[in-house]
């Protein structure tokens, strides 16, 4: 119904990005991350595969190499070089605007991802080669940088590339004073945020980008969950690993085996003596 000859419209509510009863606006406590998914099957011709949601944000990641470098201007005599991609797809947002390779968020976005890896992937065992990484974003809601660093750690793992550790992001805010953990897309647009990467054996941060002004007062509670929320992060993603690796050596065990009388060659296969060595 229209409103009456001079009149106006009643404000509009905005969205409690915590209410009285300490519930966000999708029913999650402040310290609550929200639910994880990773698929780690192998797609097309990639080495390593991973497609990972964190809510409602999802991403998939591919991984070729370590291969020959394809040009030789960007070869290192000492090292792998490691080349990120991004890709955004068009209807991943409600924007629906199209980014190509040169916008410059995507490119940010590519930069942080490979200053994240260049310190963890041992990329000293592999000179003259690189290791490029295609990251597609297929939907965004909020923490599209940490899905991003997560579904990579996957995906190097994935292809057998040797890390320090892992690395697992999140991201976390401050709304009021109160610290929240992994922020929707509604939160980031009016809270102030940082994403920090981990990795949780040594403890080392490998990422804090903070894309708004945030007290320093303020930081230090957020850095701090932050690193905790990346132990049970790691947890995640250490039993989808653990979970794909059993998966391969299950449909190793099922291959061909030698009948009575048949030899098997020893390159090829190892008796119970000998692979309990392993």
């Given at each position: 119904?229209?409103?009456?000859?001079?009149?106006?419209?009643?404000p509009r509510r905005r969205v409690d990005?915590?209410?009285?009863?300490?519930?966000?606006?999708?029913?999650?406590?402040?310290?609550?991350?929200?639910?994880?998914?990773?698929?780690?099957?192998?797609?097309?011709?990639?080495?390593?595969?991973?497609?990972?949601?964190?809510?409602?944000?999802?991403?998939?990641?591919?991984?070729?190499?370590?291969?020959?470098?394809?040009?030789?201007?960007?070869?290192?005599?000492?090292?792998?070089?490691?080349?990120?991609?991004?890709?955004?797809?068009?209807?991943?947002?409600?924007?629906?605007?199209?980014?190509?390779?040169?916008?410059?968020?995507?490119?940010?976005?590519?930069?942080?991802?490979?200053?994240?890896?260049?310190?963890?992937?041992?990329?000293?065992?592999?000179?003259?080669?690189?290791?490029?990484?295609?990251?597609?974003?297929?939907?965004?809601?909020?923490?599209?940088?940490?899905?991003?660093?997560?579904?990579?750690?996957?995906?190097?793992?994935?292809?057998?590339?040797?890390?320090?550790?892992?690395?697992?992001?999140?991201?976390?805010?401050?709304?009021?004073?109160?610290?929240?953990?992994?922020?929707?897309?509604?939160?980031?647009?009016?809270?102030?945020?940082?994403?920090?990467?981990?990795?949780?054996?040594?403890?080392?941060?490998?990422?804090?980008?903070?894309?708004?002004?945030?007290?320093?007062?303020?930081?230090?509670?957020?850095?701090?969950?932050?690193?905790?929320?990346?132990?049970?992060?790691?947890?995640?993603?250490?039993?989808?690993?653990?979970?794909?690796?059993?998966?391969?050596?299950?449909?190793?065990?099922?291959?061909?085996?030698?009948?009575?009388?048949?030899?098997?060659?020893?390159?090829?296969?190892?008796?119970?003596?000998?692979?309990?060595?392993?």
């Amino acid at each position: 119904m229209p409103p009456l000859p001079g009149t106006s419209l009643p404000p509009r509510r905005r969205v409690d990005i915590l209410n009285d009863g300490g519930y966000r606006s999708d029913g999650r406590r402040q310290y609550e991350l929200r639910d994880i998914t990773i698929d780690m099957t192998p797609q097309g011709s990639a080495d390593g595969c991973a497609s990972i949601a964190h809510g409602l944000t999802q991403v998939s990641v591919s991984v070729f190499g370590p291969r020959e470098a394809k040009q030789r201007s960007q070869t290192l005599h000492d090292r792998a070089v490691l080349n990120v991609e991004v890709n955004v797809l068009p209807f991943s947002t409600g924007e629906r605007r199209r980014r190509g390779r040169a916008d410059r968020r995507i490119l940010e976005l590519a930069a942080s991802i490979k200053a994240t890896f260049e310190p963890v992937v041992q990329t000293t065992l592999y000179p003259r080669a690189q290791i490029d990484i295609f990251v597609s974003v297929q939907q965004q809601d909020g923490g599209l940088l940490p899905a991003c660093i997560n579904g990579t750690t996957l995906a190097l793992a994935a292809a057998g590339v040797p890390l320090l550790d892992f690395v697992c992001a999140v991201s976390a805010g401050v709304h009021g004073a109160a610290a929240l953990l992994d922020l929707s897309a509604l939160e980031e647009g009016d809270l102030p945020h940082a994403a920090v990467a981990v990795l949780p054996r040594t403890k080392r941060v490998t990422l804090a980008a903070l894309e708004t002004r945030l007290h320093v007062d303020r930081f230090a509670e957020v850095f701090r969950l932050a690193c905790d929320a990346g132990q049970t992060i790691h947890a995640e993603m250490r039993r989808a690993v653990r979970t794909r690796t059993q998966e391969l050596v299950a449909a190793m065990g099922a291959g061909p085996r030698a009948g009575p009388g048949e030899h098997v060659d020893r390159d090829v296969a190892m008796d119970d003596d000998a692979a309990a060595d392993y």
